[in-house]
């Protein structure tokens, strides 16, 4: 009887460490497997997969979590999908091959990056009406936008420039050189600066956004790995501003780095070919694509350590968490 | 005394207006950069109509090079201009070069013969131009007759012999007969797939030369004999896994495949052949390169096609991390350790500081599909496994001069 009160004790305070398992739903984009799979972060379980369009990469949710916003990519289209049915309910005039975007704080305007016709085309959610095209570099990839959603950044890979877009004149301020083929583009919560990965080129340039100079660049060394196969493509920094995080590619890891000293901390070994990143919520759980081993990987941001690796569909691309 | 005073101002003056000028100049009007492309060109028959050279074969590489060029160009004040000179094979070419170095051509893209590119080596050394090879595969050009201007591109036949032994040694495919033309490439190919066997620990069980009689490529009969001759010509080896054919002169080799006595995979020239592109790649970024090429140029994106692209980016690489257009410093740039540049193979490239030959993974394919990218992982190096293949500094025989 009493070691029954133990067991019990035991249990309540093993409880209260864990603190409460808020249950969030992730979306991965399976590029190969033309669909999209739906996975409760607190069970760690797929719970759905559903068929999407054709190639889809570039995933992300309005700020109310009621749509996921999906690239399809060799559809030519971005995809709706009503988050409650899991339905595609409509699509966004993207223009031709689609990779990836970025939605406007205030989550009405989608900038998306047109790799075929070097554009950032912005669409207007509501009216599904393109506003502006603006032309960039040669092949645009990463997207990201300040917080105070008046600086959008475009990362052109073939160009190796990190493009700075004033959003009220839809015009390109500062072309930024980084290094060979950017990927990425992430701002730091206060606006601040701006993270830039470049894939060959191995590297993560720091930009100010006020002096738009690269204040520095962060080099990546693995033990026992080349650095050839060290390839920085998603970067995501915590919402207190104090950690980011760099998925290395075929390196299979993901580097935290001190966004204070750019020292990286740690090495975290994830699934094969790791490209895109998410946050849940409360900001306690990492969740990384892993393209390779057709999976994703659940770190716990309070230790950096892997928690479990989940299979999804066919190479995950990208991730979106649900902001409830 | 006043003549003297006169004359300071009117140069102090004239150095105003031209300082001033300069200034204006640079906020206007880009700064310009100029390539040359200078090529050997004759219609060639080929086995395979699929296999005829494009007109524009390499030409529309440099161009779309020079498209890309001129977009990053657009942000940072930069334009490029592309100046195409045709000649004969085995012409005299030095007038053709002195052309486009008086229209302002620092750097120019060959895709000429060794001799043609002997012929122009020094004096483009002494007029600070710099040559980038994009067709010719010699090791001779990288090794005995290697020169200080001459970048390569293109890669050797060693690199790419060796890209395809490693694929067969890792394929556990090791014994080879070797089939070679009789003209002096595929003899020098020949030799390359040789070196490569002794190189990874394959072993050539037999070898033979097909001779050209001067025959027809093709007739109203067509295949007819084809089958016959290739059957009986290829009978009596040794039990082997994969026939090497070495005929870049395309006299015999794409008969091989599906021809030969033993049922045996063909590799070489014919088969499964190595290259430094293939019109199917979609990986690293592959795809954006091809649907480009094709919607832009109409025709599939060749190998001698991505050497161009590659060695116009080179260039524009320069241009742009130099924020210069000058071409010393944007020479100095491409022979320095901070130079890489990008094109679609899932690294970086960088040249070989001893012969100045571009460092690259090589595709394996067959007419339809990749197969393979080497190096492939078990052939490991000290310094970069791209060095696996080829002629490695130890065994260079360039001195740069």
């Given amino acids: ?324 | 005394m006043k003549r003297a005073i006169l004359a300071i101002a009117a140069l102090i003056a004239f150095l105003c207006l031209t300082a001033s000028g300069f200034a204006a100049d640079q906020k206007t009007k880009p700064a310009e950069v100029r390539i040359g492309y200078l090529r050997a060109y004759a219609p060639r028959l080929t086995l395979s109509l699929l296999d005829l050279p494009p007109r524009d074969e390499g030409v529309a590489g440099a161009k779309a090079g020079i498209k890309d060029d001129n977009t990053t160009g657009k942000f940072m004040g930069q334009n490029f201009d592309l100046d195409v000179t045709e000649v004969k094979p085995d012409a005299d070419v030095t007038k053709a070069f002195n052309d486009l170095v008086a229209k302002g051509d620092h750097f120019i893209i060959v895709d000429l013969s060794t001799p043609q590119i002997l012929s122009i080596a020094d004096m483009a050394r002494d007029k600070g131009v710099l040559l980038f090879n994009v067709g010719d595969r010699d090791d001779s050009l990288r090794e005995e007759d290697c020169r200080i201007n001459v970048f390569h591109i293109a890669p050797t036949r060693s690199m790419l012999a060796d890209a395809l032994a490693q694929y067969l040694i890792v394929k556990k495919w090791p014994r080879w007969v070797l089939i070679y033309g009789s003209h002096k490439p595929d003899q020098l190919y020949a030799d390359a797939l040789r070196r490569a066997a002794t190189r990874f620990g394959g072993q050539i069980v037999a070898e033979k030369e097909f001779k050209d009689t001067g025959t027809a490529r093709r007739t109203d009969t067509g295949l007819a004999q084809v089958d016959q001759q290739i059957t009986a010509f290829t009978q009596g080896f040794p039990d082997y896994d994969v026939m090497l054919v070495a005929d870049e002169s395309e006299v015999f080799g794409t008969y091989l495949p599906y021809r030969t006595w033993s049922p045996r995979l063909v590799a070489g020239t014919a088969g499964l052949v190595p290259s430094s592109w293939h019109p199917a790649s979609e990986q690293w970024a592959g795809i954006q390169m091809q649907n480009r090429f094709m919607r832009e140029y109409g025709r599939h994106m060749l190998s001698k096609d991505m050497n161009a692209w590659t060695a116009a980016r080179v260039v524009g690489e320069a241009a742009s991390r130099t924020r210069s257009d000058d071409p010393k410093t944007m020479s100095d740039y491409i022979r320095s350790d901070k130079f890489s540049v990008a094109a679609f193979k899932g690294q970086k490239l960088t040249f070989r500081k001893w012969n100045l030959q571009l460092r690259q993974p090589i595709f394996l394919g067959d007419g339809r599909a990749v197969v393979s990218t080497s190096p492939q992982a078990p052939f490991l190096h000290q310094s970069s496994t791209l060095d696996t293949l080829g002629v490695d500094q130890p065994e260079t025989k360039c001195t740069l001069k």
């Fill in chain 1, 1 to 324: 009887m009493r070691k029954g009160m133990y067991v019990a004790a035991a249990a309540i305070a093993l409880c209260l460490a864990s603190g409460p398992a808020f249950a969030y739903t992730a979306y991965v984009s399976n590029e190969k497997g033309n669909s999209m799979s739906i996975v409760d972060t607190s069970t760690m379980k797929v719970v759905k997969t559903v068929d999407v369009g054709q190639r889809p990469r570039g995933i992300t949710i309005s700020p109310d979590g009621k749509f996921v916003y999906l690239c399809a990519s060799d559809d030519d289209q971005v995809q709706i999908i009503d988050t409650s049915t899991l339905q595609v309910v409509g699509s966004l005039p993207s223009g031709p091959d689609p990779e990836l975007f970025v939605l406007s704080p205030d989550g009405k305007t989608l900038y998306v990056a047109n790799e075929n016709d070097n554009l950032v085309t912005v669409i207007d959610i509501a009216s599904k009406e393109v506003l502006a095209e603006i032309p960039v570099g040669v092949e645009p990839e990463g997207m990201g936008v300040s917080p105070d959603g008046k600086t959008l950044v475009n990362t052109s890979e073939t160009t190796s420039m990190a493009h700075f877009i004033d959003t009220s004149s839809q015009e390109v301020t500062d072309s930024v050189l980084v290094d060979t083929r950017p990927r990425f583009a992430e701002f730091t919560p206060d606006g601040s600066q701006v993270w830039v990965s470049a894939e060959v080129g191995g590297t993560v340039s720091v930009i100010d956004n006020k002096t738009r100079q690269v204040v520095k660049k962060i080099n990546f060394a693995i033990p026992g790995l080349r650095s050839e196969t060290i390839q920085p493509v998603g970067v995501s920094i915590t919402a207190d501003g104090k950690k980011a995080y760099v998925a290395l590619g075929p390196a299979n890891h993901v580097a935290v780095v001190d966004t204070k000293t750019y020292e990286v901390k740690k090495y975290i070994l994830v699934g094969q070919r790791v490209w895109h990143l998410a946050f849940t919520p409360d900001q306690k759980t990492l969740i990384t694509t892993n393209g390779n081993s057709n999976d994703i990987t659940f770190i716990d941001t309070a230790t950096d350590e892997p928690v479990q690796s989940v299979t999804v569909g066919q190479q995950p691309w990208g991730v979106v968490v649900s902001p409830k």
